[in-house]
């Protein structure tokens, strides 16, 4: 009886040992890299990517992750070469204004490329980067000079008005600028301590340095301050 008995609870172990669970469904990870936004571009900022890690959908479990294979970038200069200045004035409309206010202009960056142009990643600052925009005002009539700090900067008689980094904003796939493709952009004139009179404000695009002789195009618009 007792060898009997131990026959049974052998064969019952192995009956229980060799039933197997079935393995679970691998859960599948996508990586994509992301640039880190930073809440003001300088040129000399320095950004690492980082990477966002998010689970597979639950309704594909078998999917496989798909790096779709972008365009080269183009170079800078086919960038610079692309785009213009288009639509120069003042928000408001008006060409009038008086002494010590503060206008605002806007105007468009037009892409004329008839073929998707991809913008370098710039690792400096870590976004998709168009170039810069350099602003100037001149006063006109027979003294162009202007009560302004003599720290400002001076190209002849104009003086420096202002400069941002031109940021790419909704771009297309793969982070292509398509032809007939708008960038609109904003840019203000502070005219506190301007004398009346008659004015002439210029846009230049430049590149991303914004070197001296790199312009590529020059807008101008005239304005009244009574």
Sequence with gaps: MVARACILIIAQFLVVACQTAAPP????????????PLSTVTATSTVTATSIITPAPSSSPEATPVSPSAPPSAA??????????????????????????????????VSDSRRPLVVPFD????????????????????D????LPPITGRKGDWYAAGGQIIVATALGEHQQVLYGAKFPRLSDLATAGFPTGTYRY???????????????QTAEIDLTLT
């Design 76 to 109: 800078m200069d086919d960038i610079y070469a692309a785009l213009h200045l288009e639509g120069l004035r003042t928000e408001s409309g008006s060409a009038s204004f008086p002494a010590g206010a503060n206008v605002r202009f806007s105007f468009d960056l």
């Design 202 to 216: 210029f846009v230049e695009y430049k590149s991303i340095d914004g070197r001296p002789d790199e312009v590529f």
């Design 25 to 36: 469904t691998p859960q599948i990870i996508y990586v994509t890299a992301a640039p880190t």
């Design 144 to 147: 162009p000079t202007l009560p």
């Design 123 to 142: 690792t400096r600052s870590g976004f998709y980067l168009l170039g810069t925009e350099q602003t100037w005002i001149l006063r006109l009539g027979a």
